[in-house]
């Protein structure tokens, strides 16, 4: 059965303090894994998309890596602003439907 | 440059009652994806339409639920005779190409409570 993990699924960080999240997947097929953000009483926010294993992309403090089973989420020196919950998605082994989300990560970063 | 655009963004209904919520896709975008948020849980798929046509409903329920997407004006997803489970939000996506690997983007989402 397809599905997505992420973890924690809550984290506290300081101001300043650099972590990361995981997101594991088991699909036949990876066709695409993509990061979301999510703040509270709002809809999904696109961040990134990865195709391949090995691939990387990079936006402000935020960095997605994916390998063959696992996707990571690095946040460099994260601001209050960073505060939210990020969800990471995988589309089903079909073309052009459901993405499969994992329940997500809230990360609260304090000054 | 409008992104998702979703209506009401808040709806209460009394049980018995029919919800109707409203997604207008962002603009150059033909393929719209109903999405629900039940608390504490993620979110979950529930249909998937091209203009005038559902390609994929496999993520709803069998009963009372159903969805359109005209030729003209914005898809719908309409509820019937509501329950207290039926209480989440309902998030819209649309995508341009509607393939495996096109980015979905989300709308504000409509937060049905039921009385």
């Known amino acids: 059965e397809d599905q997505v993990t992420q973890s924690p699924e809550a984290l506290r960080l300081q101001e300043g303090e650099s972590s990361s999240l995981n997101c594991s997947y088991t699909v036949s097929g990876l066709r695409g894994l993509f990061w979301y953000r999510q703040d509270p009483g709002k809809g999904p926010e696109f961040l990134f998309t990865l195709y391949s294993a090995g691939e990387e992309k990079e936006k402000e403090r935020l960095k997605a890596t994916l390998t063959k089973k696992e996707s990571f989420l690095h946040i460099t020196a994260p601001k209050p602003e960073d505060s939210a919950t990020y969800l990471c998605a995988v589309h089903r082994n079909q073309a052009g439907t459901a993405l499969i989300f994992g329940k997500g990560t809230t990360l609260s970063v304090s000054s | 440059n409008a992104g998702v655009m979703q209506n009401p963004r808040h709806l209460v209904r009394r049980r018995g009652q029919e919800a109707r919520l409203r997604c207008s896709p962002m603009k150059g975008h033909s393929h719209v994806y109903w999405y629900r948020q039940l608390p504490e849980e993620g979110l979950k798929f529930m249909v998937y339409l091209q203009k005038e046509n559902i390609i994929d409903e496999s993520g709803m329920p069998k009963e009372r639920f159903s969805a359109e997407f005209p030729k003209e004006g914005p898809s719908i997803l309409r509820i019937q005779q509501v329950v207290r489970g039926d209480s989440a939000a309902y998030f819209c996506?649309?995508?341009?190409?509607?393939?495996?690997?096109?980015?979905?983007?989300f709308g504000p989402g409509t937060r049905l409570t039921v009385l």
């Open positions: 996506a649309s995508s341009s190409r509607g393939g495996a690997t096109d980015t979905q983007y």
